[in-house]
């Protein structure tokens, strides 16, 4: 295993009595070729701050919680944003919070840092790079780096969150001996080849929500309607890019969340209201519109979203094939509900979006390779020993219910909290909870 090179360590006290080391290290590009090309990834080390602690004061040896971030393409937030960090240092662990390589502070992705590699070939060879596969390779640098002066156990736990899950779920197919248990909300991945039968159920929930969603706000059809005609027929240029109907119906990628509903109704509401006023949407109407369509700032996920799914095949956009085999996703300006797509990712976003037109050609190329490596091993799961405690959410719109069920069945060691009083963002929406059952499935015994 290649080591992480330590580059920087600096401690500050933040609010909530935390102490927070931020680390940079120097990891390989392509753990294939290790002496060749490097990149910079950054975590926060998170412990307490002790009555007199000063900075300079050597930490606890204290078991590492590692937390590995949804997505792909987000960045973790600070600790004094999450709230479920104090319950677990009350346990005794300290916490990493890693931004995953290309995200947050870890080399980041963008339009930018892309076009100093050249041409869209080079880019799709550096993007292929930065999948469940090396992510996990990383953490094992990190993880020889941290726990080099430990006297015996060197593991330690990881909690996945959504694609973290899966990237979990990848750690226990290729370094088990790393862990010491694992935890993961919403994210346990599907064992499949390519995204085709993923998303073919992805796209059964989102119509679920959608029917949801105008039952719930009925008058919303017609006004989903006119906002539909609008947009048909006049340019609506955005901060960012354009704002186009089938731009605007993507702003369902909510509807699986907590609030999810309210947050869009509340969009439309005001959006029509502006039209009805005004003629036209102002520019606070324009840049909630914006944030609400865009990847721009999480290019990573647009262009290997599909990707994370394939082992030895592709994915040939996967969303825009099978969109066609439900009709109600159809655009229509008849008065009849039109249905919004979900967290799907389709050609037509990169041409609405400056920043992800920039990046097109390396898109359309990560589409078509067909020589993904292997994310997981079911035989290594099948015989797996690290203890594995898994919320799933029966109503979850981004990791169907059956499919992560499926999975749980074949990791050994697997035990299931299952809820249908959670949705996918419970870790930060109902997190009390949700820490508190996922470790009774640790503590407790089950006859």
């Known amino acids: 295993m290649w080591l992480a090179r330590l580059v920087s360590s600096r401690a500050h006290f933040v609010t909530g009595k935390l102490r927070v080391t931020e680390l940079f290290w120097d990891v390989p590009l392509d753990y294939n070729r290790p002496n060749e090309a490097t990149i910079r990834l950054f975590a926060r080390a ?15 040896i204290l078991p590492w919680f590692v937390y590995l971030q949804g997505g792909p393409g987000m960045g973790c937030s600070p600790p004094q944003d999450i709230s479920w960090v104090q319950m677990v240092l009350d346990r005794g662990y300290q916490v990493l919070l890693l931004d995953q390589r290309g995200t947050g502070l870890s080399t980041p992705i963008t339009a930018a840092t892309l076009g100093l590699l050249g041409d869209a070939s080079k880019q799709a060879e550096y993007l292929k790079l930065f999948r469940a596969d090396n992510i996990v390779r990383d953490c094992e640098a990190i993880r020889e780096n941290l726990t080099a002066e430990y006297p015996t156990d060197k593991k330690w736990s990881i909690l996945g969150q959504s694609f973290g899950g899966f990237c979990a779920v990848t750690y226990l197919s290729k370094f088990p001996e790393g862990l010491r248990e694992v935890f993961t909300t919403g994210g346990l991945p599907p064992l499949r080849r390519n995204p085709d039968s993923v998303l073919a159920r992805t796209y059964e929930k989102v119509q679920e929500r959608n029917e949801v969603y105008y039952s719930k706000f009925p008058e919303d059809i017609q006004r989903v309607t006119d906002i539909l005609r609008y947009l048909n027929g006049n340019r609506v ?29 509340g969009i439309i509401l005001r959006t029509h209201n ?3 006023t005004f003629g036209f949407l102002t520019t606070p109407t324009l840049s909630i519109l914006d944030s609400a369509t865009t990847f721009d700032n999480n290019i990573l996920y647009a262009v290997i979203h599909e990707a994370i799914y394939c082992q030895g095949e592709a994915s040939n956009w996967s969303a825009d094939r099978l969109i066609t085999n439900y009709p ?10 039109v249905f919004f797509t979900g967290e799907m990712v389709y050609p037509h976003m990169f041409e609405a979006s400056e920043e992800l ?13 067909d020589e993904w490596p292997e994310l997981y091993d079911e035989t290594q799961l099948a015989e797996n020993e690290v203890p594995v405690y898994s919320a799933t959410f029966v109503d979850d719109m981004y990791v169907h219910y059956a499919l992560a069920t499926e999975t749980a069945a074949k990791i050994k060691n697997c035990k299931q909290f299952v809820t249908n009083v959670m949705y996918h963002n419970a870790i ?10 996922l470790f009774a499935l640790r503590d407790d015994t089950i006859d």
């Open 357 to 369: 037109r920039q990046v097109k050609g390396a898109a359309d190329i990560l589409a078509a390779y």
């Open 328 to 337: 109600r996703f159809q655009l229509n300006y008849d008065g009849s509900p």
């Open 46 to 60: 998170v412990g307490r701050r002790e009555p007199g602690m000063d900075l300079e004061q050597s930490q606890k």
């Open 274 to 276: 502006e039209l009805q």
């Open 428 to 437: 930060r929406a109902n997190a009390d909870e949700l820490i508190k059952q």
């Open 237 to 265: 240029q955005l901060p960012a890019g354009i704002l186009t109907p089938a731009r605007f119906m993507t702003l369902g990628l909510s509807f699986g969340m907590r609030g999810g509903l309210d947050s869009i109704h």
